[in-house]
């Protein structure tokens, strides 16, 4: 069974930009979540999305959006890019309606660099 | 919001010893799950243990979640060890998996 695929693995972008990540959860999986690492602040939870909907969101700015298709694979845009956005962006899927209730697989990340 | 404490912040070991990490949680909590990092990025789901203690090899975790802690067990550690451990979350109305800062564990042979 393939695991959690992110793509690109590793992007570079200037301020003002925008990007888009994509997640590819592992078959069967319907629940994705989004997470930020960044040194400074660690782990923080981006959003998570299950059917196509989202269910919930952490506390970022609106320059953070995700979405979900029918497929199940989500991706996720930063616009407006910010020198601290640069971080590592990792996926999780889950085979749970609830996230809370199952073990999450995570994806290698993608890692964001904005100069 | 629930905050999640893991100690020590920095481990350093010589090959086959063991040591114990925790994680320290504010809050009840839905479930609690350790991971462990690569160097290079991967979240590695190690246990999914809400409470009770669960064995896998050479790793084992306790959560008593009445006492609000969970521990990890390493024993006979080994170079392949080395990363970030986390233990992460979830707040009681599931809607957000709340992560410590981790632990850096560095095994040297």
């Known amino acids: 069974k393939a695991g959690v695929t992110q793509t690109p693995r590793y992007l570079i972008k200037t301020r003002g930009q925008q990007v888009t990540l994509s997640c590819s959860p592992i078959?069967?999986?319907?629940?994705v979540s989004w997470y930020q690492q960044t040194p400074g602040q660690g782990l923080q939870f981006l959003f998570e999305?299950?059917?196509?909907?989202?269910?919930n969101k952490g506390n970022f700015p609106g320059r953070f959006s995700g979405r979900q298709f029918s497929n199940s694979r989500s991706e996720m845009n930063v616009s407006t890019l910010e020198l601290g956005d640069s971080a590592l962006y990792l996926c999780?899927?889950?085979?749970?309606?609830?996230?809370?209730?199952?073990?999450?697989?995570f994806g290698a990340g993608s890692r964001l660099t904005v100069l | 919001g629930i905050q999640v404490e893991q100690s020590p912040p920095d481990l350093i070991l010589q090959e086959g010893a063991n040591s114990t990490l925790r994680c320290n949680f504010s809050d009840s909590v839905n479930n609690l799950q350790w991971f462990h990092q690569n160097p290079w990025g991967q979240l590695i789901n190690l246990f999914y243990?809400?409470?009770g203690t669960k064995q896998n090899g050479r790793l084992s975790a306790t959560t008593v979640a009445t006492e609000r802690y969970s521990l990890l067990y390493i024993s006979s550690s080994q170079t392949t060890d080395s990363g970030v451990y986390f233990c992460a979350v979830h707040n009681q109305a599931g809607t957000a998996l709340i992560f410590g800062k981790g632990t850096t564990l560095s095994v040297s042979s």
């Open positions: 999305y299950f059917s196509e909907t989202q269910r």
């Open positions: 999780a899927s889950t085979d749970g309606q609830a996230s809370w209730a199952n073990v999450l697989t």
């Open positions: 078959s069967g999986h319907r629940s």
């Open positions: 243990i809400p409470s």
